[in-house]
């Protein structure tokens, strides 16, 4: 199919994206494991932090490698600015790549709209004669809310003006303590204060290959689950007393899960069976928790990890350019000729 030079390079870049972002992909999941079990000692909020920026920059680096150096490689050799035919192949895969881009930004986007307007129906909650609305944040917009329909029994909800959203059942002394409330607040307080809605809706905006096997989520479900436990560490402080306290928490809130999970933007306190388990498991191990408070890895280790992490992702895709270099010409008119 005849395309303009404007629209070959289009095309060019949706396939050059699309295709580094892949291989990217790839290598991170079958190197994030290991990272991961490198992190453990240095708690679940650096795991989280990894596995975050890890699946945003595959998509950095496929744009940046596109944009910076094939690109410009074609549009140097090339010296037919009129119209050239396209291969079948190469427009299909061109227009698959945007539509998973366009998809996956069109279900951030809803989950977005729809986590606002449930905002607009939230009242704010009252326990013993009281507005819980404090440290949260400044100004009025942060308060603890609730929802009469079926909703997560502790949530937090939305993106601009994130609120602790509750679940009316769960105000009920029989079903949560006022302790566990509590802990539970300062589960959903963590991740207020770390952004957390903000990281899911940026993951949820980008495709992936959903890689999964049965003993690992896809790449969403596991950052979730990691900054679920960061969360849970955030609330615990160290003390076994309060890890026991959000392990009855959890199961008394794992009870009022809704059966179908909600379409809206939330990171949510309570986790179905299949996480359930694990999170109270690694809440219950004393040694766990002590190890954590007593053998912490020194900042500038932290530090040099961070370093030697940053300058590999940059130093290496960079070599592996200028190895093939002079083949990027010949590789861009393959890529736009297929079929």
């Known amino acids: 199919m005849p395309l303009s030079y404007s629209f070959r390079l289009v095309c060019l870049a949706l396939l050059g994206i699309g295709s580094a972002q892949s291989l990217a992909e790839l290598a991170f999941w079958f190197a994030s494991p290991r990272v991961v079990k490198l992190l453990n000692r240095n708690g679940a909020r650096n795991q989280e932090q990894f596995l975050f920026w890890g699946q945003i920059a595959?998509?950095?680096v496929a744009l940046l490698l596109t944009i910076a150096f094939?690109?410009?490689?074609?549009?140097?050799?090339?010296?037919?600015?009129?119209a050239e035919r396209v291969g079948i192949l190469s427009l299909a895969a061109a227009l698959f790549i945007l539509f998973r881009y366009l998809r996956a930004l069109q279900h951030g986007l809803g989950?977005?709209?729809?986590?606002?307007r449930l905002q607009r129906l939230l009242q704010p909650t009252e326990i013993a004669g009281s507005t819980l609305g404090i440290g949260l944040g400044p100004g009025p917009d942060q308060l603890v809310m609730s929802a009469p329909g079926p909703c997560p029994p502790v949530a937090v909800v939305g993106l601009l003006r994130p609120r602790i959203l509750i679940a009316r059942a769960m105000l009920d002394p029989s079903k949560l303590s006022p302790e566990g409330l509590a802990i539970a607040l300062d589960h959903e307080r963590a991740h207020l204060s770390h952004s957390d809605n903000w990281k899911l809706f940026a993951l949820t905006c980008l495709p992936s290959l959903g890689l999964r096997t049965q003993a690992r989520p896809g790449p969403v479900r596991l950052w979730q689950r990691y900054n679920d436990w960061a969360a849970d560490d955030d609330a615990v402080r160290d003390n076994p007393a309060r890890a026991l306290t959000?392990?009855?928490?959890?199961?008394?809130?794992?009870?009022?899960?809704p059966p179908s999970?909600?379409?809206?933007?939330?990171?949510?306190?309570a986790a179905h069976e299949a996480e359930l388990e694990a999170r109270i498991e690694r809440l219950l191990d004393i040694n766990r928790l002590l190890q954590a408070h007593t053998s912490l890895q020194p900042i500038t280790s932290r530090r040099l990890m961070a370093f030697l992490v940053g300058a590999g992702a940059v130093l290496i895709p960079i070599c592996l350019l200028a190895a093939i270099a002079p083949w990027?010409?010949?590789?861009?008119?393959?890529i736009l000729h297929l079929g």
């Open 58 to 60: 595959t998509h950095a």
């Open 70 to 82: 094939l690109v410009p490689r074609y549009v140097e050799a090339e010296t037919n600015l009129f």
């Open 111 to 116: 989950m977005w709209w729809r986590a606002a």
């Open 246 to 257: 959000l392990a009855e928490s959890l199961v008394a809130c794992a009870k009022s899960i």
């Open 261 to 269: 999970e909600p379409d809206f933007l939330f990171t949510g306190f």
């Open 328 to 334: 990027l010409q010949e590789a861009a008119e393959t």
